[in-house]
């Protein structure tokens, strides 16, 4: 140990490797142990092994793990479950993790919880897995406040409870821990987050309002430790006028540093801004040379936004085939705004031939993925079969377009609201219900539609449905005329 440290004024590991060995092999396991971590610190390779330097590790720690001890016992577990080790083994490291835990070692505690297998890839399942975490978060041991509030987040085999896991990432966090306050960013950016690396964003479903400041106080910390998702998030919060903490400047720094992080999704929205964004941010060229490595990569999205770019000849020439090819590429692959391009294209017959049978199966990719628009035109598609056919085909037109029209109305599309308000009103394909079509009418109206307006004006007007009320018309009349203005 002298040799090995340096006390006294003498080091020297090749020495220490030798009287460790003797050690060994007089049975002594200690000095296994100790030998086992010579090996491992000598990555300059001046100790002698008649084998792969990690088997020699294994031999040596089974040696003295053998022998009970529980340092060695995590030690040869550490490098049976490293994957990149010629010892691979997680079964076997699994149960030295066992044998090291049961021993009082918290760190194989918190390191079993974590050990993938073919039944749980994420480490151990359910129950166990909270045992584990909760006695190496008692231990104090770093991480595992996280680990175990992500599984009371998620329920993932165990009861969620998602105030005891906040309870727990704020306390991590405050401990330093940047994976805490990353989770703690998204908790309180809540629904106005942007889609992570996973596709979720949400406020970790405590019930807490989302509260931007809070988000990006940690979000902040949890970038100071050069965490792209968090760079990103904080892009999504500075980028969102919704906010109220809108910043493009500040937004486009952010995207950029997760950006050079390989963060595709943060290129994507820089893109983006670099498309849309102000005076100062602006730059087409940009985007478009970001984009194209990621098109490329066949990235739907990236694919999506520099087909717009040629299609508008906008920082690159126009060139409507490329725009065409890129549109189509990513429609395919599932993007849905880029199947809207494509089936606007088939539907106008722009840039391809008229073909309205395939407008309807670029629409139908976008209406699965719930774009109000597209279900919106399928309602109108089937509404127009239905008007064009008799009997059984006329009514399940009718029924399918109805169906179509509730899922855009659900989401919000003021022409779906109002074409729904027209079939209550006038009793096709629903029963007539003149209240219903008023509700629906005014919620038309608010959202946008002029023709919802200029109903509730003419309804006020004549009376029938509702009693006549000549300031109500009005008010109706004069939201229409603000709509189309807007519009």
Do not use: C
Not at 44 to 73: C, K, N, S, W
Not at 253 to 270: C, P
């Amino acid at each position: 140990g002298m040799l090995r440290d340096g006390r006294g004024g003498l080091q020297d590991a090749v020495a220490a490797g030798r009287w460790y060995r003797a050690a060994a092999d007089s049975g002594e396991p200690w000095a296994a142990y100790e030998l086992a971590r010579l090996y491992a610190a000598d990555t300059g390779g001046r100790l002698p092994a008649d084998r792969d330097r990690a088997e020699v590790m294994a031999i040596l720690y089974r040696t003295a793990a053998a022998a009970g001890i529980p340092q060695a016992q995590l030690a040869l577990a550490d490098l049976l479950a490293d994957p990149s080790s010629p010892t691979h083994d997680p079964v076997a490291a699994a149960e030295w993790y066992e044998r090291a835990a049961s021993a009082g070692e918290p760190m194989a505690a918190f390191r079993l919880a974590r050990l993938p297998s073919p039944t749980s890839p994420n480490g151990s399942a359910g129950p166990r897995r909270q045992a584990l975490l909760e006695e190496a978060v008692t231990a104090g041991v770093t991480g595992a406040a996280t680990d175990l509030a992500r599984l009371l987040e998620t329920g993932d085999g165990v009861p969620a409870d998602p105030a005891r896991a906040l309870e727990l990432y704020r306390t991590a966090a405050a401990d330093g821990d940047p994976w805490a306050a990353l989770a703690l960013g998204r908790h309180y950016q809540g629904a106005s987050g942007s889609a992570d690396a996973n596709g979720t964003a949400d406020n970790g479903g405590s019930g807490d309002a989302a509260d931007p400041d809070l988000a990006i106080a940690w979000l902040e910390q949890a970038a100071a430790a050069g965490i792209a998702e968090a760079e990103r998030r904080l892009g999504d919060l500075h980028a969102d006028r919704a906010s109220g903490r809108y910043a493009p400047e500040r937004a486009a720094r952010w995207y950029a540093a997760a950006a050079d992080k390989g963060d595709d999704w943060a290129t994507i929205e820089l893109a983006k801004l670099r498309i849309e964004g102000p005076a100062g941010i602006a730059d087409p060229a940009a985007a478009a040379r970001a984009l194209r490595p990621l098109a490329e990569a066949d990235l739907p999205q990236a694919q999506k936004l520099l087909g717009d770019l040629f299609d508008r000849g906008l920082g690159v020439p126009a060139d409507p085939r490329a725009a065409l090819a890129l549109h189509r590429e990513a429609a395919l692959a599932g993007d849905p705004w880029a199947a809207m391009a494509m089936a606007e294209r088939h539907a106008r017959g722009r840039d391809v031939p008229r073909n309205l049978d395939q407008a309807r199966d670029y629409y139908m990719i976008a209406a699965a993925a719930g774009l109000a628009p597209a279900q919106r035109w399928l309602g109108d598609a089937d509404m127009a079969n239905a008007t064009a056919s008799r009997g059984a085909e006329a009514e399940a037109a009718r029924a399918s377009a109805i169906s179509w029209y509730r899922a855009a109305a659900d989401a919000g599309d003021a022409q779906a609201l109002y074409r729904l308000a027209l079939l209550h009103l006038e009793g096709q394909g629903v029963a007539r219900n003149p209240d219903r079509a008023v509700e629906l009418l005014q919620r038309a109206a608010a959202a946008g539609s002029p023709e919802a307006g200029v109903t509730l004006g003419d309804l006020y007007t004549m009376g029938g449905p509702v009693e006549r009320d000549g300031e109500r018309a009005t008010f109706w009349y004069q939201a229409a005329a603000e709509a189309r203005a807007r519009n």
